[in-house]
Structure formats: C-alpha cells, structure tokens
C-alpha cells in the first residue's frame, strides 16, 4: 500500500500531466491559425517546461518527507546499529535541551527536518545520499537496485536522472537559453518521457524502502499544559475571555522573538542574576509559548480554584499576543476556544495525571500518548488510556 507522501507524490505528477495535456491543446489552437487573442501569445512549450521542473521538484518533496519519516521511525526503535550516516549526525546542545520540555519524537523530527532542508534530492548523488540516511546501502548499491527495476545498468540510470536534473536547472536558472542565447526547444514528448522516468525512479526507491519502519511526523494534534498562576488566579480571566497565558510579569513583548536563540537571550538580559539553568527554562516555556505553539493545537489548564478539581481543554485560534495595556500578569496571551472546562481530574489516569502535575507553566505533553487521549477527553470525557504501541 502506498504512503500519503507517495499519493501526494502522484497528484504532483498528475499536475504536471495535466500541463502537457494543456501543451499539447494549445498547440493544436496554434495549428489552426485563428486569432484567438492573448491566448495566440502563450507559447506551449512554456507549459512543457514548467511540467518538467513540477515533475523533478516533486520527486524532492517526495524524497525529502520519506527521508525525515524513516529517519524518525528508525531513532524510535530498537533496530540496531543505525545507517552509518545517520549514526554520525551530531545534534547541538540546544537542541538536546529542548528534550526536557518536549517529546523526543517532536524535536528529533525538527532536527532532521532542519538537516536535510539545505539537502536537493533531484541529481543522482543527492537521492543516494538521502537514501544513506535510512538504509545501508551504498550510493552504487542504491543505483543498482533502481536501474534494475528500471531496465538499466546503475551508470545509465545515474546519467539518466542527471540529464533530467540539468535541463530543469537551465529551465529555472537560464530561462532554457544555451550558450547562444537561444531557447532550447522541448516537446510533449520529451516532458512525458521525463516524467515517467522520474515516475519509475521514485516506485523503485519505494520498493527499496519497503519494510522500514516509518513514523507519522507532525500529523497528532500537540497538546500543552499551560497555567493559569500559581495559585490558579488567572483561571477566571482564561476561561471568561477565551486566554491561555500571562505571568512572566517582568518580561516584555515577544513579537519579535523568532527563534530560540534570540529567547535565550532576552532572558539573560531579563533574569541576569538567575542561573543559567533557570534562565533555559525560562527560555524554553516562553519559546514554547510564542513560537512553538500553534493554531488548532489542544491546551490544558489544570482548574485550583474549583470545588472539585477540574481541567478545562481548549483549541488554539490565535496566534501569540502583547496587550501592552492589560495587568502585568495578563500581557502574554494566546486565544482559546475552550471545548469543555469541567472534565474531572479524576477521570484521567494515573499517568495522565502525573504528566498535568508537570512543574513549568507551559509545556508539551505527550508522553503515554497524552495528546491524543486528551483530544478524547475533550469529546467523550472519559480517559482511554494510551494506545497499544505497533510492532
């Protein structure tokens, strides 16, 4: 069965299709010599070429989502050793310490991301190094196997997928001048057999990847615990106005703030006589809270001031706000739509229950698969418990 990566891979290359198919008709319009207005004006081979550069552009988004999700799925396991290039990649300290606050999934997820997007896997020696990342092959080993699905040798296949690389480069590069200026022509037919190429590139890099585990990165709702004071005198104020937020009073407006680095810091030149690990934690929670928290995601306000004590869940709707005129502790907010507020606390399980006793204002959770049992209690107010963990 075919992944969502590789179906979204075929509608992209249905597209590009669907631009030859536009081709091809607009040169029957120029074949039958009427004036049809701005139309007679476009040219189709303009349509050829851009079919071409959709067709090698998404063989990369393809590849590049397969890699991260293999990536992912082979640090979660148990499978060892590791792919030799992935084994040696080296995360910064930064990074780890995100680990603290947030699941290890997300953040590996991110770094991954982070590593393989300055990565293009369209010429033959950059899909063989984003196949290291995740199998155990060697570049000549990876070629052999897809020119022997393809009816070639490894040589004629790597020549192949190149030639096609270097036409799309000179398409958005050179405007498909050569060297004299002139536009180099292309046909119909040329674009369908460059796309089928690419079509058969990609089903035998599949059939490569088969049986490797593979996890589904960024497709859970995450959900986060934030406070409402320490002793809850802010849960009113959330829950009448639709807020998740405030505190941090000597903090101000982090509109600006566009990466952790930068909270970093600010926090050091806001809490200069704290130590450097309360100052990371700072950092952390009001990253989290500018910068990482997003639209549609759950949050969870553990309710103090109830009679019986009660979680309110809500869904992210906004993007983070400064009010510069509210109380000091009631400027940093995020909009709520709070699904429900009266959820007893009891009903959550045991490790449920431990994970919203977390002592940060703001953090992830997701361990015991907290963000998708949440969601539940939102909808049935009852706790199903974590799923089972697939083999």
């Given at each position: 069965m075919?992944?969502?990566?590789?179906?979204?891979?075929?509608?992209?290359?249905s597209y590009?299709?669907?631009?030859?198919?536009?081709?091809?008709?607009?040169?029957?319009?120029?074949?039958?010599?009427?004036?049809?207005?701005?139309?007679?004006a476009?040219?189709p081979?303009?349509?050829y070429?851009?079919?071409?550069?959709?067709?090698?552009?998404?063989?990369?988004?393809?590849?590049?989502?397969?890699?991260?999700?293999?990536?992912?799925?082979?640090?979660?396991?148990?499978?060892?050793?590791?792919?030799?290039?992935?084994?040696?990649?080296?995360?910064?300290?930064?990074?780890?310490?995100?680990?603290?606050?947030?699941?290890?999934?997300?953040?590996?997820?991110?770094?991954?991301?982070?590593?393989?997007?300055?990565?293009?896997y369209?010429?033959?020696?950059?899909?063989?190094?984003?196949?290291?990342?995740?199998?155990?092959?060697?570049?000549?080993?990876?070629w052999?196997?897809i020119?022997?699905?393809?009816?070639?040798?490894?040589g004629?296949?790597?020549?192949?997928?190149?030639?096609?690389?270097?036409?799309?480069?000179?398409?958005?590069?050179?405007?498909?001048?050569?060297?004299?200026?002139?536009?180099?022509?292309?046909?119909?037919?040329?674009?369908?057999?460059?796309?089928?190429?690419?079509?058969?590139?990609?089903?035998?890099?599949?059939?490569?990847?088969?049986?490797?585990?593979?996890?589904?990165?960024?497709?859970e709702?995450?959900?986060?615990?934030?406070?409402?004071?320490?002793?809850?005198?802010?849960?009113?104020?959330?829950?009448?106005?639709?807020?998740?937020?405030?505190?941090?009073?000597?903090?101000?407006?982090?509109?600006?703030?566009?990466?952790r680095?930068?909270?970093?810091?600010?926090?050091?030149?806001?809490?200069?006589?704290?130590?450097?690990?309360?100052?990371?934690?700072?950092a952390?929670?009001?990253?989290?809270?500018?910068?990482?928290?997003?639209?549609?995601?759950?949050?969870?306000?553990?309710?103090k001031?109830?009679?019986q004590?009660?979680?309110?869940?809500?869904?992210v709707?906004?993007?983070?706000e400064?009010e510069?005129?509210?109380?000091?502790?009631?400027?940093?907010?995020?909009?709520?739509?709070?699904?429900?507020?009266?959820?007893?606390?009891?009903?959550?399980?045991?490790d449920?229950?431990?994970?919203?006793?977390?002592?940060?204002?703001?953090?992830?959770?997701?361990?015991?698969?907290?963000a998708?049992?949440?969601a539940?209690?939102?909808?049935?107010?009852?706790?199903?418990g974590?799923?089972?963990?697939?083999?």
């Amino acid at each position: 069965m075919s992944s969502h990566p590789f179906e979204q891979f075929e509608g992209n290359l249905s597209y590009a299709r669907n631009m030859v198919t536009g081709g091809r008709a607009l040169e029957g319009l120029h074949g039958l010599g009427a004036n049809y207005g701005d139309l007679a004006a476009a040219h189709p081979e303009d349509l050829y070429r851009a079919a071409w550069s959709q067709a090698v552009s998404a063989l990369d988004h393809w590849l590049h989502q397969e890699v991260l999700e293999h990536a992912v799925a082979l640090v979660r396991s148990e499978d060892r050793p590791l792919p030799e290039r992935l084994s040696k990649l080296r995360m910064p300290f930064a990074t780890v310490e995100q680990m603290v606050d947030n699941s290890v999934g997300s953040v590996f997820a991110e770094f991954i991301a982070e590593e393989i997007r300055r990565d293009t896997y369209q010429r033959s020696k950059g899909i063989s190094e984003g196949l290291r990342l995740i199998t155990h092959l060697n570049a000549q080993q990876i070629w052999e196997h897809i020119a022997a699905g393809l009816g070639t040798d490894a040589g004629a296949a790597r020549d192949r997928q190149d030639k096609i690389v270097n036409r799309r480069n000179q398409i958005a590069h050179q405007a498909d001048l050569d060297s004299e200026g002139r536009r180099t022509p292309m046909s119909a037919a040329e674009v369908v057999a460059a796309v089928s190429w690419i079509e058969g590139v990609a089903k035998q890099i599949s059939v490569l990847l088969t049986g490797l585990p593979r996890a589904t990165v960024e497709q859970e709702t995450p959900a986060w615990l934030v406070r409402a004071g320490k002793l809850g005198e802010r849960e009113q104020w959330a829950l009448r106005n639709g807020f998740v937020g405030g505190g941090f009073n000597e903090v101000g407006d982090l509109t600006a703030i566009d990466n952790r680095a930068r909270m970093v810091e600010l926090m050091e030149q806001e809490y200069k006589d704290e130590s450097a690990g309360l100052i990371r934690n700072y950092a952390g929670q009001l990253w989290a809270f500018r910068g990482k928290i997003q639209i549609g995601d759950l949050v969870v306000l553990p309710l103090k001031k109830t009679k019986q004590a009660t979680l309110a869940i809500g869904r992210v709707i906004g993007d983070y706000e400064f009010e510069a005129g509210a109380p000091e502790d009631r400027r940093h907010l995020r909009r709520v739509e709070w699904l429900t507020s009266d959820v007893p606390r009891n009903v959550a399980e045991q490790d449920l229950r431990n994970s919203l006793g977390a002592f940060m204002t703001v953090c992830e959770l997701w361990r015991n698969d907290a963000a998708w049992r949440l969601a539940k209690l939102a909808r049935t107010g009852n706790d199903p418990g974590p799923r089972a963990t697939e083999a």
